[in-house]
T-cell receptor
Framework: AAGVIQSPRHLIKEKRETATLKCYPIPRHDTVYWYQQGPGQDPQFLIS???????DKGSIPDRFSAQQFSDYHSELNMSSLELGDSALYFC???????????FGPGTRLTVL | EDQVTQSPEALRLQEGESSSLNCSYT??????LFWYRQDPGKGPEFLFTLYSAGEEKEKERLKATLTKKESFLHITAPKPEDSATYLC??????????FGAGTRLAVHP
């Protein structure tokens, strides 16, 4: 069965640079969620989209923005990167009528 | 404040030694209690959703149960490949998941 696809899988950036993470949900899933997981921590909700509209927002820094496109893929844009942004970033998708979320393999972001 | 608390933080078992992981919750209007498995550096893998007290679900060596205050993940005759971090979560507003800190399970041959 098709799963959530995330790219890139690994990303190394310098401080103050920008990064763009991409997420392709499971086919026919209309809702996308972004989570951040620091070392040894549980995943923390950042932001979600339903039918290309932002549906909820968590502890996402103002330096980050995201959107969902007409084909339902989503991009997380991160600017003015800081050392503390180094983490695993997961995308999850679901059907709006179901609250069961399926996670992608993640993007490991390292900020030097 | 709605939250979930998992215990123990870490658990070491011998292969074949059955045990249970606990997830205590204080959530008003529970709209689902979720169990995920996470291997190091990988995305959480969906295991179960439980919605009401008394509900049970099984998958291979795993069985999840739910009461009004807690959920258990029972592992029967575990194997080394069951070693992972097990996360429980509840569904918050607009279905975002709020996770517990997880239980790190190590199963030794």
């Amino acid at each position: 069965a098709a799963g959530v696809i995330q790219s890139p899988r690994h990303l190394i950036k310098e401080k103050r640079e920008t990064a763009t993470l991409k997420c392709y949900p499971i086919p026919r899933h209309d809702t996308v969620y972004w989570y951040q997981q620091g070392p040894g921590q549980d995943p923390q909700f950042l932001i979600s989209f339903y039918e290309k509209m932002q549906s909820d927002k968590g502890s996402i820094p103002d330096r980050f923005s995201a959107q969902q496109f007409s084909d339902y893929h989503s991009e997380l844009n991160m600017s003015s990167l800081e050392l503390g942004d180094s983490a695993l970033y997961f995308c999850a998708s679901s059907l709006a009528r179901s609250n069961e979320q399926f996670f992608g393999p993640g993007t490991r972001l390292t900020v030097l | 404040e709605d939250q979930v608390t998992q215990s123990p933080e870490a658990l070491r078992l011998q292969e074949g030694e059955s045990s249970s992981l606990n997830c205590s919750y204080t959530v008003s209007g529970l709209r689902g209690l979720f169990w995920y498995r996470q291997d190091p550096g990988k995305g959480p893998e969906f295991l179960f959703t439980l919605y009401s007290a008394g509900e049970e679900k099984e998958k291979e060596r795993l069985k999840a149960t739910l009461t009004k205050k807690e959920s258990f993940l029972h592992i029967t005759a575990p194997k080394p490949e069951d070693s992972a971090t097990y996360l429980c979560a509840f569904s918050g507003g607009y279905n975002k998941l709020i996770f517990g800190a997880g239980t790190r399970l190590a199963v030794h041959p």
